[in-house]
């Protein structure tokens, strides 16, 4: 298709077979950088909650040569194709782009909820200046209140079955007819709510607030083992036992 389209705007001979060309190789690169936005930043999520132990020890560890999370990375990937090919069986491929609106959802969510914890956590230096003020009070939280509007709004209009691409009529009474964007982020939500209480029963230390305080500053090691960084030796920071050197919290690109 983008060897017609090509074609036709910018011509087959000279210049244009170029310019044909170097609108493929746009393209495939911008899906390897999509493929990558989708594994790295949720790789790096589930380090950090498993360093914290919100998650199983073994999302935690860190690959020697790398410096990365390598678990997590691969389990996020797998996790990433399944969805696709599954998604793109169902319903003729429409609930992939529905599943991409209802992301935004949560999307507002996460954001909205740092600024008013932004805000929340800087509530005691607010009056020392106008800047601080400003920075760490006033804008983050109209930020946060600007996106929670946002993800009201969005799920009002996205309950409406011609919102999106797929929808779904209850099969009993009122039988109502359910917008795909809303039951897809609903669904998302009640699985992520289920497996955090059943891993809040099995390992509550996180969900205490056992391993995570205001003033945590841990250091991940490559078997995803944490420590003080105030326990590391002086020098290059190589831990004692370790033979590569610790990675931050979020590992290294």
């Given at each position: 298709m983008l060897s017609v389209l090509g074609g036709s705007v910018f011509?087959?001979?000279?210049?244009?077979?170029?310019?044909?060309?170097?609108?493929i190789l746009m393209v495939l690169s911008s899906a390897a950088a999509s493929t990558q936005t989708t594994i790295l930043p949720t790789a790096r999520t589930t380090l950090s909650m498993a360093v914290f132990q919100a998650l199983p020890r073994s999302f935690a560890r860190i690959h020697p040569r790398h410096l990365t999370p390598s678990v997590s990375t691969v389990a996020m990937g797998a996790t990433s194709v399944l969805l696709y090919v599954?998604?793109?069986?169902?319903?003729?491929?429409?609930?992939?782009?529905?599943?991409?609106?209802?992301?935004?959802?949560?999307?507002?969510?996460y954001y909205g909820l740092t600024g008013f914890a932004c805000a929340w956590y800087?509530?005691?230096?607010?009056?020392?200046?106008s800047r601080e003020l400003w920075l760490q009070g006033i804008v983050p939280t109209?930020?946060?209140a600007m996106l929670f509007f946002a993800l009201v709004w969005s799920i009002k209009d996205d309950w409406k079955p011609d919102t999106g691409y797929t929808s779904w009529a209850l099969p009993f009474s009122p039988h109502w007819d359910v917008g795909g964007i809303f039951l897809i982020g609903?669904?998302?939500?009640v699985a992520g709510v289920v497996l955090g209480l059943a891993w809040a029963v099995?390992?509550?230390a996180f969900f205490r607030g056992d391993v995570l305080g205001r003033d945590t500053s841990l250091v991940v090691?490559?078997?995803g083992s944490t420590t003080s960084r105030a326990d590391l030796p002086?020098?290059?920071g190589t831990y004692p036992g370790e033979r590569a050197t610790p990675s931050s919290l979020t590992g290294r690109h």
């Open positions: 011509g087959t001979s000279g210049m244009g077979s170029v310019l044909s060309h170097l609108l599954v998604m793109n069986f169902a319903a003729g491929g429409n609930v992939i782009a529905d599943a991409v609106a209802a992301i935004g959802l949560w999307i507002a969510f800087y509530r005691k230096t607010l009056r020392r200046s109209l930020g946060g609903v669904l998302s939500l099995r390992r509550p090691l490559e078997d002086a020098g290059d």
